[in-house]
């Protein structure tokens, strides 16, 4: 099964900018769905943005034009760059994968998470 790591994460001030990394354990061209979620204190995980290998691309209201998501199929790697970053954006993120549509719908992998804490 494959293994996903993240890091990037850390203490930023509003308006400012990070840049999240998922590494892989294996090839990431042929898993089918791969994204991130988030979870702050006290409230549920939720959905920022999916990435499929076929292209298509999909993020939250709450992120989107403001964080960017992409693949480096070379390096086995998922970015999430995030710019003008708010309070609110307070959350520990997670990276997931599904190798099918299905594992992705019934039965994602995920990371162990990074903690993005934006606060002045």
């Known amino acids: 099964q494959v293994q996903l790591v993240e890091s990037g994460g850390g203490l930023v001030q509003p308006g400012g900018s990070l840049r999240l990394s998922c590494a892989a354990s294996?090839?990431?061209?042929?898993?089918?769905?791969m994204g991130w979620y988030r979870q702050a204190p006290g409230k549920e995980r939720e959905w920022v943005v999916t990435s499929t290998n076929g292209g298509f691309i999909d993020y939250a209201a709450s992120v989107k034009g403001r964080f960017t998501i992409s693949r480096d199929n070379a390096r086995n790697t998922l970015y999430l760059q995030m710019v003008n970053l708010k309070p609110e954006d307070t959350a520990v993120y997670f990276c997931s994968a599904g190798k099918t549509s299905a594992d992705w719908s019934l039965n994602k992998i995920w990371g162990q998470g990074t903690q993005v804490t934006v606060s002045s």
């Open positions: 294996e090839s990431i061209f042929s898993i089918a769905v």
